[in-house]
């Protein structure tokens, strides 16, 4: 397997833009529910550009995901050598890819959890409380935003640890 940071990060780029496509089609079930439910055009027009803005940058990253991954890398050239690259640091990579992922969870999350709050609060003058089940999600996105934070700030130590691990028996 050829161990390019290039190649491997250009790999999670166009995984990325399939689980934008998939957040981009639970934005559509979104945006047919709120065209069927509110009259305000604004509501529409609003999610519409979401889904849009979504359905681009899905495209643009799988159409040009060496380009993005040349804007992410810090390399002059892509070209390394195979002896440079590590175990370890294929470890630390995929642990701030795995990071970045539930960074997107978190992000894509929290807007889905303002927008309900403050929908529901212009609609019903916010009197009902959330129930457990929208507590747990909402306890979840936040442990979900920790991990992420561990995942990137702390890939080193992590990836040092699970060598360690992976090593202990031989």
Same mark, same amino acid.
């Given at each position: 397997?050829?161990?390019? /940071?290039?190649?491997?990060? @250009? ?9 934008l ?9 979104l945006?047919?529910?709120?065209? $069927?439910?509110?009259?305000d ?12 803005f979504? =359905?681009?940058? @899905? ?23 195979? =002896? %440079?690259?590590?175990?370890? %640091? ?6 701030v ?21 403050? $929908? ?15 507590? $747990?999600?909402?306890?979840t ?5 920790i ?9 080193? /130590? ?5 060598l ?7």
């Amino acid at each position: 397997m050829n161990k390019n /940071p290039a190649i491997i990060i @250009a790999v999670f780029v166009r995984l990325f833009a399939i689980g934008l496509v998939i957040y981009l089609l639970q934005g559509l079930g979104l945006e047919y529910s709120a065209a $069927a439910n509110f009259e305000d055009y604004k509501v529409n027009l609003v999610l519409g550009v979401i889904v849009a803005f979504v =359905a681009l940058l @899905a495209a643009f990253l799988w159409k040009f995901p060496l380009f993005v991954t040349s804007k992410l890398l810090s390399f002059e050239s892509t070209e390394i050598p195979e =002896a %440079s690259i590590s175990e370890e %640091s294929i470890y630390n990579l995929g642990l701030v890819l795995l990071g970045i992922f539930l960074l997107y969870l978190t992000i894509s999350d929290t807007v889905y959890w303002s927008y309900r709050i403050s $929908a529901e609060r212009e609609l019903t003058q916010f009197t009902n409380e959330l129930n457990f089940r929208q507590k $747990a999600s909402i306890f979840t996105t936040l442990v979900q935003f920790i991990m992420a934070v561990l995942l990137i700030a702390g890939s080193k /130590p992590i990836a040092r640890s699970i060598l360690k691990i992976r090593r202990a028996g031989t």
